[in-house]
C-alpha cells in the first residue's frame, strides 16, 4: 500500500540520524542502539514484550539482533556500524551459521542506511546457500523512490512478518526469477507459438530446433546459468490421413500429413550445447539483486 505521512516523517527523521552516525564515524554499538528504536517506531516491534532481542544467543553462539513474534525468532540481523560502506554478503557468514542452527530461513543485514535481505537454504552435502532477495538504501531512494523503499522493508514489520507475508513474496520472485522465466520460454508449447509468429516473416518454414537456438541465443548469460542445463527435445512425427472436400471441384481429397506426436512420445534429440558468448553480451551491465 502507498506510505503514508507518519511513516515518511518516520523514515525521513532515521534516515537523518543514520546520515548523522555515519558522518561522525559512529560505532556498531551506537548503530544497533538506533536499529532498535527503528524497528519499534517503524516496524511495529515491542521490545518490552520480547519481540527485539539484542545478542540473542543460538547454541552458544550470539546474533545482533532478532525479531521475534510470540515469543518464536522469526528473523535474524546483522548489524554493521552506519559508517560502513557498501555492505558484502560475506558480512552475513556469521548470521548465516546462527540461522543454519536454529533452522531460520531470513537474515537481514543492514547499517541503518544499506539494508540486504537473504533467504537461505540448506542442502545436504552442499551447506548453507544465500540468495538475494532485495536490497535498498535509505539516502539514496528518499527522495527519488521512497515508495518503493517503503514497499521493501515493510515486509519486515511485525504485522506482515506474523502473517507469512515475506513467505509469499519469496515464493512469487522465484516464479519471476531468471530460471523459472528461461524455462517457460523453453516450453514445446511457448515455442510453437514463438514459431508461428517468426514463420509469418519467414520465407520457408522454421525448424523448432532452430528457434530453440534463436531464443537461447538473445537471453542473457546471466539468465542462461539462472536456469542450469537447458536441451532442446524434437517430438517424434506421425504421419495422418485427413478427408476434406476440395472447393475447386466438389470432390472428396484424402491427404496424407505431418504433425507432432502426443507429449508423452518425446525423444531427446541430444543436448544442445552452450552457446557462444557473443561480444555484444559482454557490454551489458552487471545484474543487481532486489
Known sequence: MPIDKSTTASLRKFADAFREARDRGANESDTVMFLVKFFEEVLGYDSLKGEISKEQAIKDRYCDIALKIEGTVRLLIECKAASVKGLQDKHIEQAENYASRAGLR????????????????FAEGEGINHDLAFEANLLDELEAN????????????????????????????????????VKALFDHDVLTVVRRELNRVAPARLEMEDVFKAIRDVLSKEALMAAGEITFKKRRRRKRKVTRTDQATGQTVTEEIEEDAPDDGDVPSGEIPAPPEPSHLDSLPPKTGG
Open 106 to 121: 531470513w537474515v537481514l543485514l543492514t547499517n541503518g542506511i544499506e539494508w540486504k535481505l537473504f533467504h537461505l537454504s
Open 146 to 181: 521512497l515508495d518503493g523503499f517503503w514497499a521493501k522493508l515493510e515486509l519486515l514489520s511485525r504485522d506482515l512478518l506474523k502473517k507469512d507475508v515475506l513467505e509469499e513474496y519469496w515464493e512469487q520472485r522465484k516464479a519471476l526469477g531468471p530460471a523459472s522465466v
